[in-house]
């Protein structure tokens, strides 16, 4: 394990899984979920309109000022960029770990992921660490921005998949009578791809962003598996943005690089 | 019915409660005081190594002292669907401490029936009104997760000095206590404080903490101050009715000299 290099773990992922030489069986098998999405340069808005924001507060009972974070919407004009495809899983994190000592997390027990979670987001990731994962593979995290324009594209909707909620295009709590049931493989809710064909960025595990609301905090998107409302789980909710030294069984993370 | 089972954790504020009547094979942090003394410029959890010794009846007593500054005593009592921690809390300082405080968090994270980041099953009182969290003004701060709300007979949130970055709601003043309902609507806990000086929620850890006020506190002088959590299997309506009377009963809060601790 201790042999797998950037070097060779770049030869491995860029042939998508053949002719893997020096990881272990367990590091490579599987689903392996690697490929980049283009989001093309161009403006979109971002965050919520005040009289939007009145419309939803009625709507799920709660007080507007609980949207206040995504208030007002605002265009913003990005460049392309390439967005992976997935939530960075633990069998990826594991080769990062395994290349450079970097401390595995704490719910694996050990260097190995619990081999039902491989094909899981991993969770339990600071924004440290995920910002060292994607320096490693020559990546970087997204801005608050790209993130939310990668989740609804150009058009203002809701969700990734449009203005509705689909209970089943996501991993969330959606059942009050059990208890929430965490993180599910990374490509187990087609339905949730985005306009640019993005997976998994409602529900599942909220997402490190680059970008801060303040000091020792960070912007996290989308949700996660134990959201339990559909308000916020749209693409535009910002409320559960946290403590970016947080290690947590619900955050993870995916990568950016310039297109 | 057995009481609680509570366990301290060595050389940290918190202790665990577990073995719960109402909530079976689940467990909850009481992680108090995270802070405490003078609010205007407590000491933090990780700077005091309290000591925790077991007593009859799983009763836990937790001391800790930061020297020339303050020293504390925490009386942990399990009942069968509560627990009551009393607090002794000594200035040893040179200056007279406006308003004293023990920052409590009552950690909801590790219980599944109970624990609620979106705050749908949170609840408050205002105005002789029962609310649910998420009716009340919150402000979208430099850490969104956390709230803090001002509450009734205490100086408002933004004039406490150390509480007061944490993105207080303006405008409402709450009873001091929080609620969570459970999943299924049967059960909730609840924390609770005489004197109540604040309330606050952190959506990370889905933890809520009612604030513990010990008034002015002077060079020498002793004050006490009473928490209550609740684990109870009730509506609302009769746990508020049950916890007014037990609180009304009993006054809690009461001060002596440091000579009489």
């Given at each position: 394990m201790k042999t797998l290099t950037?070097?060779?773990?770049?030869?491995?992922?860029?042939?998508?899984?053949?002719?893997?030489?020096?990881?272990?069986?367990?590091?490579?098998?599987?689903?392996?979920?690697?490929?980049?999405?283009?989001?093309?340069?161009?403006?979109?808005?971002?965050?919520?309109?005040?009289?939007?924001?009145?419309?939803?507060?009625?709507?799920?009972?709660?007080?507007v000022s609980w949207l206040g974070g995504e208030v007002p919407s605002q265009p913003r004009n990005l460049a392309a960029f390439k967005m992976e495809r997935y939530p960075v899983t633990n069998r990826q994190?594991?080769?990062?770990?395994?290349?450079?000592?970097?401390?595995?997390?704490?719910?694996?027990?050990?260097?190995?992921?619990?081999?039902?979670?491989?094909?899981?987001?991993?969770?339990?990731?600071?924004?440290?660490?995920?910002?060292?994962?994607?320096?490693?593979?020559?990546?970087?995290?997204?801005?608050?921005?790209?993130?939310?324009?990668?989740?609804?594209?150009?058009?203002?909707?809701?969700?990734?998949?449009?203005?509705?909620?689909n209970p089943s295009a996501c991993q969330?709590?959606?059942?009050?009578?059990?208890?929430?049931?965490?993180?599910?493989?990374?490509?187990?809710?087609?339905?949730?791809?985005?306009?640019?064909?993005?997976?998994?960025?409602?529900?599942?595990?909220?997402?490190?962003?680059e970008d801060s609301p303040g000091k020792d905090a960070a912007f996290t998107k989308g949700g996660c598996w134990l959201t339990a409302t559909a308000l916020n789980l749209r693409a535009a909710a910002r409320g559960m943005s946290g403590n970016d030294r947080n290690q947590l069984a619900y955050i993870g993370f995916r990568c950016v690089q310039e297109a | 019915?057995?009481?609680?089972?509570?366990?301290?954790?060595?050389?940290?504020?918190?202790?665990?409660?577990?073995?719960?009547?109402?909530?079976?094979?689940?467990?909850f942090t009481i992680a108090y005081p995270e802070a405490i003394g003078d609010v205007a410029q407590p000491v933090w959890f990780g700077t005091i190594k309290p000591r925790w010794e077991e007593r009859e009846n799983g009763v836990l007593v937790s001391t800790g002292e930061q020297p020339g500054e303050l020293s504390y005593e925490m009386t942990v009592t399990p009942g069968k669907d509560s627990v009551r921690a009393d607090f002794k809390l000594t200035n040893h300082g040179r200056n007279t401490w406006k308003q004293g405080m023990a920052f409590n968090c009552f950690q909801c994270g590790a219980a599944p029936s109970i624990r609620d980041h979106d705050c749908l099953r949170h609840w408050v009182r205002v105005g002789g009104e029962f609310k649910r969290l998420r009716e009340i003004p919150r402000i979208f701060?430099?850490?969104?997760?956390?709230?803090?709300?001002?509450?009734?007979?205490?100086?408002?949130?933004?004039?406490?000095?150390?509480?007061?970055?944490?993105?207080?709601?303006?405008?409402?003043?709450?009873?001091?206590?929080?609620?969570?309902?459970?999943?299924?609507?049967?059960?909730?806990?609840?924390?609770?404080?005489?004197?109540?000086?604040?309330?606050?929620?952190?959506?990370?850890?889905?933890?809520?903490?009612?604030?513990?006020?010990?008034?002015?506190?002077?060079?020498?002088?002793?004050?006490?101050?009473?928490?209550?959590?609740?684990?109870?299997e009730a509506t609302l309506e009769d746990w508020h009715r049950r916890m007014q009377t037990e609180l009304g009963l009993q006054p809690l809060a009461s001060r002596a000299s440091a000579s009489s601790r």
């Open positions: 950037r070097r060779n773990w770049l030869m491995t992922t860029s042939v998508a899984g053949v002719g893997l030489l020096t990881a272990p069986r367990w590091l490579h098998a599987g689903v392996f979920p690697d490929d980049m999405v283009l989001i093309p340069s161009g403006s979109f808005q971002m965050g919520t309109d005040a009289e939007q924001a009145a419309k939803l507060a009625a709507q799920y009972h709660c007080h994190y594991a080769r990062f770990c395994a290349a450079t000592s970097a401390p595995s997390p704490g719910h694996w027990q050990g260097p190995k992921p619990p081999e039902h979670l491989l094909d899981h987001p991993v969770v339990y990731v600071s924004r440290a660490d995920a910002r060292a994962y994607a320096k490693w593979i020559g990546k970087r995290l997204p801005t608050e921005a790209e993130w939310e324009k990668a989740a609804r594209g150009e058009d203002g909707r809701l969700y990734p998949w449009g203005n509705d909620f969330w709590d959606n059942d009050p009578s059990q208890p929430p049931s965490g993180t599910a493989p990374v490509t187990a809710h087609p339905l949730g791809a985005s306009p640019y064909g993005v997976q998994d960025m409602i529900g599942n595990v909220a997402e490190w962003c | 019915m057995n009481p609680i089972k509570l366990k301290g954790q060595p050389g940290i504020m918190a202790c665990t409660a577990t073995e719960i009547p109402a909530f079976p094979g689940e467990s701060g430099p850490r969104p997760a956390i709230q803090l709300y001002s509450v009734e007979g205490a100086p408002l949130g933004k004039d406490l000095p150390f509480v007061a970055d944490f993105n207080t709601t303006p405008d409402v003043v709450i009873e001091p206590w929080m609620a969570i309902r459970s999943r299924d609507d049967k059960k909730m806990v609840a924390t609770v404080s005489k004197p109540g000086l604040f309330l606050f929620q952190n959506r990370e850890y889905s933890c809520i903490h009612c604030g513990t006020g010990f008034g002015e506190v002077k060079p020498g002088e002793t004050a006490r101050a009473t928490n209550i959590v609740y684990f109870v």
